[in-house]
């Protein structure tokens, strides 16, 4: 089964693709009880979509999210032993040693055709009321989720979740992760905006703790951003992406 073919489930799903990887993938789809389970799954998603409405969040929302997510501690993700024996030697790791993070979309030069299909999955549109002068100081994060026109988009793939918080406003955005292992020995995650050109400018980099959690202010404007991802680079960072993204969203 090509991993190509595995993956474009998401982009079929909300009909994205070109006609001869429609057509390829069609006949993938027809021998691969996983991709039809997969197609099924993201269409229904996507035809509920059409249902949802605007809604004013209740005040108690922030406080609620913020507690819930410190209380929850995701489990590791799971080793690939059989998958890590037959990466050749030169070939990028996705993922720490011992851990596996399993890729959303695997072409770097589709990261908006990815960031759509991702958005099936996505939870968007949140605003969180600002805080009153009498709260606590709040860190970068939190200033970003705080403000007044702030929007989150929830992605997920198995024990790995990404919640990206952008306020136009603020013109910055910020990440959220939790059940990523650390990046493997010499390399980093780093982080990108995505234009419409599909031109990715670095926006930092994104450190996992020991207990797969990790949070980031992206560096620069957000301005002109259609997408943000994140890849796997030599430590230190690369100009552009040399890897696989291995999580994209759309930016409204």
Same mark, same amino acid.
């Given at each position: ?25 069609? =006949? ?23 249902? %949802? ?14 507690? *819930? ?34 890729? %959303?979309? =695997? =072409?770097? !030069?589709?990261? %908006? !055709? ?6 099936? %999955?996505?939870? $968007? ?13 709040? +860190? ?11 929007? +989150?988009?929830?992605?997920? @793939? *198995?024990?790995? &979740? ?9 013109? =910055?955005?910020?990440? &959220? ?8 020995? *010499? @390399? +980093? ?5 995505? $234009? ?7 926006? *930092? ?30 430590? $230190? ?16």
């Amino acid at each position: 089964m090509s991993p190509d073919l595995h993956h474009l489930s998401g982009a079929y799903s909300v009909d994205a693709l070109e006609p001869d990887e429609r057509s390829a993938f069609e =006949r993938h789809l027809s021998e691969c009880p996983a991709c039809q389970a997969d197609v099924a799954e993201l269409t229904s998603a996507a035809h509920s979509l059409a249902g %949802l409405i605007d809604a004013t969040p209740p005040p108690s929302l922030r406080a609620s999210v913020l507690s *819930g997510i410190s209380q929850v501690r995701p489990l590791p993700p799971p080793v690939d032993d059989e998958a890590a024996d037959d990466r050749s030697d030169d070939e990028p790791a996705p993922a720490a040693q011992g851990a596996t993070v399993i890729p %959303l979309f =695997r =072409r770097t !030069t589709t990261w %908006l !055709t990815a960031a759509a299909a991702a958005a099936v %999955l996505a939870v $968007g549109g949140v605003a969180l009321s600002s805080w009153s002068a009498d709260q606590p100081t709040l +860190t970068a994060v939190q200033q970003v989720q705080a403000a007044e026109d702030a929007a +989150t988009v929830t992605s997920s @793939k *198995g024990e790995f &979740t990404a919640t990206l918080a952008y306020s136009r406003t603020l013109d =910055r955005s910020a990440l &959220t992760v939790i059940g990523m292992p650390p990046a493997p020995e *010499g @390399k +980093t995650y780093q982080l990108w905006y995505v $234009g419409s050109d599909e031109i990715a400018r670095s926006a *930092g980099f994104i450190t996992a703790t020991g207990d797969g959690r990790a949070e980031a202010v992206l560096q620069g404007s957000l301005e002109n951003a259609a997408a943000v991802g994140v890849t796997v680079e030599p430590a $230190g960072g690369s100009p552009s992406p040399t890897t696989d993204p291995i999580m994209v969203m759309a930016v409204a």
